[in-house]
């Protein structure tokens, strides 16, 4: 039984986040063939801005979809439909920060990520909407992170499809047809979370949902709590525009624009990497909650299991595939055919995706120990792993070997953090144990 809503609930949130990757790798495809090395430059430069977008709304989702279920699961309706009014208050307050950050603070932000030059206003036009159409991508964020634990994850996986798939047509017509440029693929990225939620919304107009909107007080407290909560999935998110920026400072030094363009193509290839583990570990969240609500921690400790499992299943299928079809993938990316990015980008890629081997053991770890509320272990993995341990292994590293350091941080930064993620995992189930006793 236990098997069995593991395998439906994760197997359709790997599908769905697979699909919801797509809306930044049909960008970086389309651009890269339409504005060759300098646009894939400016598109890496900018992304960034999405990450951070997208952390948000993952980090309040997450928060308030834990608080969600263990409601429901110990039977409190009330509560849930407050739970799930001050999540989505909370993503909006949020969205409207970003829309006047992409009114007012686009060509600055983008100077301040490393644009210059006539890649300054083509990176200012795709930062620009993805503030603006924030809200979209952070209400999206909550509609899936609710219907999903609401008992309806193949709908869920089917918006994200659904909207994936909008991203890549719009993203076809707006580049080539029309010749918007970035301006049409930031477009084209904005307008899919709206066609996601219009899918989700039969789930609320088929009166299966166990969520509605409903009066409350306190939001900003509760909304402080929904953000300790999922701050491990702000991390793990936005800190893959933190270290964007700061490998493309890095990389300029070293290669020029032709390092940023290469490992732009490293970085959007590994996005999809990134998203298996985020549904994986997504997919597992709502049981492990459920449970924990219950009290029942043989049952959260097996589906910790069964996860960790998967996950180094993926990491080394991850691995296999990155090996095995190196120059395909990168030619993908590479519509000019240009040889210097061709080559660093092979090497890079063999390199960087050796820690995906331990990067699913620290994602899912971490979402782990948010879903049973122990929010500070999380928090931890979550930096070591997207911030402090990569960055100091990016400046190290690339000081003592160059672009192959540069390559080599994310594996170290993973192999270091697997070691945290074991010791706070021992102590986890010590405190369980004692409980049980």
Request: charged share 10%; glycine share 10%; net charge positive.
């Amino acid at each position: 039984m236990l098997g069995k809503q593991y395998l439906k609930y994760v197997s359709s949130n790997i599908l769905g986040m697979m699909g919801l990757s797509f809306y930044i790798l049909a960008d970086t495809y389309f651009v890269a063939a339409r504005l060759g090395a300098d646009g894939l430059a400016a598109l890496n430069i900018a992304i960034p801005g999405y990450s951070l977008v997208n952390a948000t709304g993952l980090m309040v989702a997450m928060g308030g979809a834990v608080r969600y279920t263990i409601a429901q699961s110990q039977g409190q309706k009330k509560q849930a439909h407050e739970i799930f009014t001050k999540t989505m208050l909370t993503g909006w307050f949020f969205s409207a920060i970003y829309l006047l950050m992409g009114i007012f603070l686009a060509t600055p932000l983008a100077a301040l990520l490393g644009a210059e030059g006539h890649i300054l206003p083509m990176t200012a036009d795709y930062l620009r909407m993805m503030l603006l159409f924030g809200v979209f991508f952070i209400s999206n964020d909550m509609m899936l992170a609710f219907v999903r634990n609401d008992g309806a994850p193949r709908l869920a996986m089917i918006g994200m499809i659904c909207g994936s798939l909008t991203n890549v047509v719009l993203d076809y017509v707006f580049i080539f047809p029309l010749d918007m440029g970035l301006f049409g693929a930031a477009l084209a990225t904005g307008f899919s979370p709206a066609v996601s939620m219009c899918v989700m919304s039969l789930h609320v107009w088929r009166k299966k949902n166990g969520f509605a909107f409903c009066r409350v007080k306190g939001v900003a407290k509760s909304g402080l709590l929904f953000c300790k909560l999922g701050i491990s999935a702000f991390v793990n998110e936005f800190a893959t525009g933190v270290v964007l920026t700061v490998f493309n400072l890095l990389i300029l030094c070293i290669s020029g624009n032709t390092g940023v363009a290469a490992y732009g193509v490293i970085a959007n290839i590994a996005l999809v990497g990134t998203a298996v583990y985020t549904g994986l570990s997504q997919g597992t969240q709502p049981l492990v909650s459920q449970y924990y609500g219950k009290r029942d921690h043989h049952s959260t400790r097996k589906l910790y299991g069964f996860a960790i499992s998967t996950a180094l299943l993926l990491g080394a299928v991850m691995i296999g595939i990155a090996w095995g079809f190196t120059e395909p993938l990168v030619s993908v990316f590479n519509g000019e055919g240009n040889e210097a990015l061709q080559t660093m980008a092979e090497e890079g890629l063999r390199l960087y995706f050796i820690g995906f081997l331990f990067a699913g053991i620290n994602i899912v770890s971490a979402v782990y120990l948010g879903a049973v509320e122990q929010a500070m272990p999380s928090f931890f993995i979550a930096m070591s792993r997207g911030v402090a341990a990569i960055l100091f292994f990016a400046f190290l590293l690339s000081a003592l070997f160059g672009m192959l350091g540069i390559w080599l941080a994310f594996p170290a930064a993973e192999g270091a953090t697997c070691l945290l993620t074991a010791v706070f995992m021992w102590r986890s189930r010590k405190v369980k144990t004692k409980e049980a006793v």
